[in-house]
């Protein structure tokens, strides 16, 4: 039992509080607030019963938090589309990968470490905020037609291949070539690929426009008009 007092300007009544717990209401609202509304059974000094509705509010609640995903999952990325200039020309420009510092955005460092015909090793570091990997790439030479390289000693990375394939392109069009472009990657961490977007976004949908950037600063406007990518995405 509890003792309620309302002071007026000319008489103060004093009345006895009963709480009623079977009455109360929980509301949240949507700053995070949670507001209680509990029912008081209030008796003055003539027995007389009144009720009250009380709101009592907490300030502060725990968020509910998602749980993150059991594994991290393997993305796909493929495109086909006919570019306005050679297999030799886009040939040169993605097999010289110590280059890629000066015109891909997110290459910061490449440097190669070993080299035999056909076959390269290479240090990269690539930063897409809020991430930067530093690791070993090994690339596979095919002039003109295939450039492969896959992420070894990667510390994000559990798996990270790309592949340029060039083949022939419009007929009676020798200064055009067909391109198939793939990206495969899967993060070690299932913290690190919750960013997967980013890497997706911001590497990976832009990595052919800057190859085609740099193509037209060395030689030229494409040959034919821009054409449209055919683009394929899975996860598994």
């Known amino acids: 039992m509890a003792s309620l007092r309302n002071v007026g300007r000319q008489s103060i009544n004093v009345f006895r509080c009963l709480r009623l717990p079977t009455t109360e209401k929980t ?3 949507s700053c995070g607030c949670i507001i209680q509304s509990t029912q008081l059974l209030q008796i003055d000094q003539n027995n007389n019963q009144h009720i009250n509705n009380v709101n009592t509010r907490d300030f502060f609640s725990l968020p509910k938090v998602l749980p993150l995903p059991s594994a991290s999952k393997r993305k796909d990325y493929s495109e086909r589309r006919v570019l306005g200039y050679t297999m030799d020309q886009m040939y ?7 280059k890629y510092p000066e015109f891909v955005p997110w290459c910061t460092s490449c440097i190669i470490t070993h080299a035999r015909p056909g076959h390269c090793k290479a240090k990269i570091e690539v930063g897409f905020p809020p991430l930067v990997e530093r690791y070993t ?6 002039r003109p037609n295939l450039v492969r390289s896959e992420c070894t000693e990667g510390k994000i990375f559990n798996h990270l291949l790309t592949v340029w394939k060039f083949s022939p392109g419009l007929p009676n069009k020798p200064n055009t070539c067909t391109l198939d472009f793939s990206v495969t990657f899967e993060f070690r961490s299932v913290l690190h690929s919750q960013l997967a977007h980013i890497f997706f976004d911001e ?12 193509a037209k600063k060395l030689y030229g406007p494409e040959s034919i008009s821009r054409q449209k990518a055919k683009i394929i995405i899975k996860e598994s």
């Open 92 to 98: 040169d420009i993605v097999a010289q990968v110590e």
């Open 27 to 29: 509301a949240r609202l």
């Open 203 to 214: 590497v990976v949908k832009t990595m052919v426009n800057s190859f085609l950037k740099r």
């Open 137 to 142: 790439s090994s690339i596979t030479l095919g």
